[in-house]
């Protein structure tokens, strides 16, 4: 048993290090995971050598306890990040408000609504937006719109983003109604 334990702490310990630098939610629930194993086997570790010297069962019982509240805090602190992966929040680094300011910043950019970032892994994120440009501007202009949004989100660490660009006259089809 002591053996096992020793293998079992080493190789998920190594595991865990690996993912410990990951920014996903799935690399960080997985490096979770293999730290509740490191500490099974540590409990597994520890019960088989106090058995040598002092056979007491409860210690298995006690660290299964702790193990067990280790656990549930992880589960109960990672809930609400996991629900808003799955639900497309907000990501909370990121100020939606902020983002609609830089992107009216934009010359021939009027306005902006439809602002939407979600994350679909915790570390790379997705932006869509609709930017409501001046009625002349030019297809090159539109472009370089469009270059200059890229830019400017280049800290969002976004690994995909959309933008609508619809003229200052255009009726938007999220709204039925034009624009003013």
């Known amino acids: ?30 490096m979770l995971h293999l730290l509740e194993d490191v500490l099974g086997w540590a409990a597994i570790l520890a019960v088989a050598i106090s058995f040598i010297f002092w056979p007491n069962y409860i210690l298995d019982a006690i660290l299964s306890i702790i193990i067990t509240l280790y656990i549930l805090y992880n589960v109960l602190s990672n809930l609400k990040k996991t629900i808003s992966l799955f639900l497309q929040g907000t990501p909370e680094n990121v100020d939606i408000d902020k983002i609609d300011q830089k992107l009216r910043t934009i010359d021939k950019v009027i306005s902006t609504h439809h602002t939407h970032v979600w994350s679909m892994d915790g570390a790379n994120h997705i932006l869509t937006t609709h930017l409501i440009v001046d009625k002349a501007t030019t297809r090159d202009e539109i472009v370089r719109i469009k270059l200059k949004c890229k830019q400017l989100f280049e800290d969002l660490k976004l690994s995909h983003f959309t933008i609508e660009v619809e003229l200052e006259d255009e009726v938007c089809l999220m709204i039925d109604r034009p624009h003013h």
Request: glycine share 6%; proline share 0%.
């Open 1 to 30: 048993m002591i053996i096992f334990a020793i293998v079992g702490v080493i190789v998920n310990g190594v595991a865990a290090l690996k993912l410990k630098n990951e920014a996903s939610m799935n690399a960080r629930v997985l």
